[in-house]
């Protein structure tokens, strides 16, 4: 089954914003939301740039190329509202702390629960993911990247998984490479670790969207659960979370309601 053809099972973001100061959220839901840069207007920037905190506005305006400044304007907006369409409140009100590896965490009242969420951006491409009290990451890449995948997989990679990647079609290197790197990624970030966890002391197989710990100890594969997206036609994405049972998840996967995010900042 292609990418693109995944069904989608529980759309509870469908059901529209949180209202009355209500959530969508339970510890068994995850919401993905994902914005491409060309669906963006000219016009519309300013008001995804009101959406951000002082502190963002401040560190968006140090990038040297209007492409990285745009696309960490459009993650960091559509977190804010990904996080006020599911949980309530104003975007701009949402703030966060660093961990030891530089993981940003929402800061949250003590005796609610814990919300969990995570950034990535690429060429062109953002996406935003959100669960509750579990470990998340997501990665997106682009697929035009100029990578030396063979080189930089037996650098990086498990035994198996530069095996698979040697064996894939001259034309499938790179999208067999950034699958790999993508669950990867998205693990790393979920545990929080970032590349400071070595990416050979684990694996992934792409039918089955398993892990395995090259040391049994590590950590426990029936503990996670993966996908993996198409959003763009250029672009892959991958999704990590612990979670106690991990079918019991219902993930809302879908590209961010563009009008929604522009309302937030009018
Ligand atoms: C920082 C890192 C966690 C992810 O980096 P990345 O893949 O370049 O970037 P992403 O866009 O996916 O993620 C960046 C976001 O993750 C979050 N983040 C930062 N540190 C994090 C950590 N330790 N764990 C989880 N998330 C983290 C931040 O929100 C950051 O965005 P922000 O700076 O705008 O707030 C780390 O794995 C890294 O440095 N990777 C290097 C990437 C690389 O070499 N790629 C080559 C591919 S061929």
């Given amino acids: ?22 959530s969508l959220m339970t510890p068994d839901r995850a919401a993905l939301w994902w914005i491409a840069l060309d669906r963006i207007a000219d016009d519309d920037w300013e008001t995804l740039e009101a959406i951000l905190s002082e502190e963002e506005r401040i560190r968006s305006e140090r990038f040297h190329f209007d492409r990285d400044r745009q696309v960490y304007v459009a993650a960091h907006a559509t977190c804010r509202g990904l996080l006020s369409y599911c949980l309530g409140g104003a975007p701009q009100s949402w703030r966060f702390s660093v ?10 009242p003590p ?19 959100l669960t509750l009290d579990h470990d998340i990451g997501v990665d997106v890449e682009w697929l035009q990247r100029s990578a ?3 080189k930089l997989a037996k650098r990086v990679f498990a035994a198996r998984e530069c095996r698979t990647l040697a064996a894939a079609p001259q034309a499938r290197k790179l ?27 684990f694996s992934f197989d792409l039918d089955t969207l398993r892990i395995h710990f090259e040391d049994g100890q590590a950590d426990d594969p029936a503990r996670w659960r993966f996908e993996r997206y198409a ?10 979370i612990r979670h106690p049972d991990p079918a019991r998840l219902s993930i809302d996967a879908m590209a961010a309601p563009l009008d929604f995010l522009l309302a937030q900042g009018a």
């Fill in 175 to 201: 999208d067999t490479f950034l699958s790999f790197w993508t669950l990867k990624e998205a693990y790393v970030k979920a545990i929080g670790k970032g590349l400071s966890q070595p990416l050979d002391a």
């Fill in 111 to 129: 005796e609610g629960p814990r919300v969990r969420v995570n950034i990535s951006h690429t060429r062109g491409l953002a996406a935003v993911a």
């Fill in 1 to 22: 089954m292609k990418l693109e053809d995944k069904p989608v099972t529980d759309r509870f973001l469908l059901h529209g914003p949180v209202t009355d100061g209500g």
């Fill in 231 to 240: 959003p763009a036609p250029e672009h892959l994405m991958a999704l990590a």
């Fill in 148 to 150: 030396e995948t063979d």
């Fill in 99 to 108: 961990g030891d590896h530089g993981k940003p965490e929402l800061v949250c």
